[in-house]
T-cell receptor, first 113, second 110 residues
Framework: DVKVTQSSRYLVKRTGEKVFLECVQD?????MFWYRQDPGLGLRLIYFSYDVKMKEKGDIPEGYSVSREKKERFSLILESASTNQTSMYLC????????????FGPGTRLTVT | QKEVEQDPGPLSVPEGAIVSLNCTYSNSAFQYFMWYRQYSRKGPELLMYTYSSGNKEDGRFTAQVDKSSKYISLFIRDSQPSDSATYLCAMSEIGSTLTFGKGTMLLVSP
């Protein structure tokens, strides 16, 4: 079974803090993704990566950055957390070219106060 | 027009009913079609994955893709209370990122 893990299930941070969310997959997948999910807005793609040290902007990259130093690990960074970044953050991975299915982690519920 | 449309529900059915969940889309280039199940406060779980048109069956679940009508369906037979969740459809062009529907909430009562 594919396993995607995220570093925290619940996180509470203060406005202005730098926040790191980590994601690890154990199936040697090429592609990794970060989404946020909000009621009424659905899943929105923040950033994705097709390979180590590569990153691509998704639909809502503002206020976020990412890092992929190893194939199995993809980190999402909130440089200066704001209250409008309170959300459920979901990481996903997919095997690679020609494969469309994505496998999700359990999610991190981030609250910024 | 939104790229993927999905009725938000909730859809309430009694245990044992056949459930039909649907999505319509506008992009004729979509080739991959997926259904995810998401329980409250959990990540989406991949249920069904199909490439191009046709049907796919897995236990109580059947996925159908009708590319001529730009319409996909997920059928759940003999529904159980444990099927109560939000169901998300997702689709993509080859080599592209996924486009998700906003999900349909399903409630199966004992």
């Amino acid at each position: 079974d594919v396993k995607v893990t995220q570093s925290s299930r619940y996180l509470v941070k203060r406005t202005g803090e730098k926040v790191f969310l980590e994601c690890v997959q154990d199936m040697d997948h090429e592609n990794m993704f970060w989404y946020r999910q909000d009621p009424g807005l659905g899943l929105r793609l923040i950033y994705f990566s097709y390979d180590v040290k590569m990153k691509e902007k998704g639909d809502i990259p503002e206020g976020y950055s990412v890092s992929r130093e190893k194939k199995e690990r993809f980190s999402l960074i909130l440089e200066s957390a704001s209250t409008n970044q309170t959300s459920m953050y979901l990481c996903a991975s997919t095997p690679g070219p020609g494969r469309g299915e994505q496998y999700f982690g359990p999610g991190t519920r981030l609250t910024v106060t | 027009q939104k790229e993927v449309e999905q009725d938000p529900g909730p859809l309430s059915v009694p245990e044992g009913a056949i459930v039909s969940l649907n999505c319509t889309y506008s992009n004729s280039a979509f080739q991959y079609f997926m259904w995810y199940r998401q329980y409250s406060r959990k990540g989406p779980e991949l249920l069904m994955y199909t490439y191009s048109s046709g049907n796919k069956e897995d236990g109580r679940f059947t996925a159908q893709v009708d590319k001529s009508s730009k319409y996909i369906s997920l059928f759940i037979r003999d529904s159980q209370p444990s099927d109560s969740a939000t169901y998300l459809c997702a689709m993509s062009e080859i080599g592209s990122t996924l486009t998700f529907g906003k999900g349909t909430m399903l409630l199966v009562s004992p």
